[in-house]
């Protein structure tokens, strides 16, 4: 029931690892270490000022944010108590996330996901002690792996050889860490709203509608999730090679990223349209029934239309390397928005199948607007000598 209020956390948590990361990043490929050092500690003492901001609204306004996404009465209790002890562990998961962004700002995607494994696995172990049991699990296995990685990333990083004096906080590089940031904390909370939007949708259509899409959305969560990782690491690449005045790696990048991020789709979309229904049978009992028929129209309906991601999200990720947060945020929002109006509009045409329809309309729109944003924006840029 806490979910979509955790989303706007998270939310806030990725866009301080995107903001961290890619400035990170671009001092790193200059090899300007000093500088880079400086956005690093920037970057996590500005991460603490915001959770601290947060947890106050967390702590303080969890019955009015539970009232407002109308929690019922039976379920009030545990759900404020889950809230409480989530936003505790709000530190950890901040500097979790940002510790992640500087490592893969300097190359190392490894150690945070051993971190991350070796988290989530005892995480899931102590989640059978209830729902206070969920949470405290979630607040403990997030804690080790946050004072592990801010550890090795203290180590990782004063073994970095520089030269001067160090500065430790910078009203400048904080800027320049903001202006990546806020928009991707911005397109992450409106992709979150839009959902609650649609989820709204889809719930009145009842409840075997909503098993069979909560069910489905699990399955396209796993390729989103992986694409919208890798497309992170684009932008620590582009993001690099701009720093080290290899503009012309950016360009190369576009197409190392589509054939990467293309074959996972097309890996997908053959495992969906030819095995849905055994794997939508992990959340559900029954092997037919409207539940699974409405899971299985949904994968059938968007599982083609994958392969328009690869491009889409290769692009948005160079953008984002680039610092061109204005057309990242154009291509997201208008995916989004068409998703969200033409659910609304395709439901009462077509029914519940109408609202399938949003997700390849709204893919194709966005994935054009990041092509032509990388063909006149980003392609040229990679031609011309950008610096710092």
Do not use: H
């Not at 500097?95 to 995480?123: C, E, K, Q």
């Not at 970095?160 to 940031?181: D, N, Y």
């Not at 239309?305 to 680039?322: H, P, Q, V």
């Amino acid at each position: 029931n806490s979910y979509e209020i955790t989303l706007i956390f998270l939310a806030f948590s990725f866009g301080c690892n995107i903001g961290g990361s890619v400035i990170v990043s671009r001092y790193f490929g200059a090899k300007d270490y000093n500088t880079m050092k400086t956005a690093v500690s920037t970057a996590l003492i500005g991460t603490v000022v915001l959770c601290g901001a947060l947890m106050a609204v967390g702590l303080l306004g969890c019955r009015s944010l539970l009232v407002l996404i109308r929690t019922p009465a039976e379920l009030m209790a545990d759900s404020a108590e889950y809230l409480d002890i989530y936003t505790l562990g709000l530190p950890f998961l901040f500097l979790y996330n940002v510790a992640t962004g500087i490592f893969t700002a300097l190359g190392d995607s490894r150690t945070p996901f051993l971190f991350l494994a070796g988290s989530s696995t005892a995480n899931i172990a102590v989640d059978v002690l209830g729902v206070a049991g969920v949470a405290w699990a979630t607040f403990l296995c997030q804690g080790v792996s946050c004072v592990l990685s801010l550890w090795v990333v203290a180590r990782r990083v004063r073994a970095v050889p520089s030269e001067g004096e160090r500065v430790w906080f910078s009203w400048k590089m904080l800027g320049q860490i903001a202006v990546v940031a806020i928009p991707s904390i911005l397109q992450q909370s409106f992709v979150s709203v839009g959902n609650i939007i649609i989820q709204s949708v889809v719930n009145s259509f009842g409840a075997s509608v909503i098993a069979g899409f909560a069910a489905a959305t699990k399955l396209n969560n796993v390729l989103i999730s992986s694409l919208t990782t890798l497309g992170s690491g684009i932008s620590n690449y582009a993001s690099q090679n701009l720093g080290a005045g290899k503009n012309e790696r950016v360009k190369a990048g576009f197409g190392a990223g589509v054939r990467l991020l293309g074959s996972i789709c097309l890996c997908f979309t053959a495992l969906y349209l030819l095995a849905g229904r055994q794997l939508l049978m992990l959340f559900m009992n029954s092997p037919t029934g409207e539940a699974i028929n409405t899971g299985l129209i949904f994968l059938q309906t968007i599982a083609p239309f994958y392969l328009l991601l690869a491009f889409k999200l290769t692009s948005d990720g160079l953008m984002r390397g680039c610092g061109m947060m204005g057309r990242f945020m154009a291509t997201t929002l208008s995916d989004l928005f068409l998703r969200v109006v033409l659910a609304i509009l395709f439901s009462r045409w077509l029914g519940v199948n109408g609202i399938w329809l949003s997700w390849p309309v709204g893919w194709f729109v966005g994935t054009v607007l990041s092509m032509v944003f990388y063909r006149t924006s980003i392609y040229r840029q990679a031609e011309e000598k950008t610096t710092l």
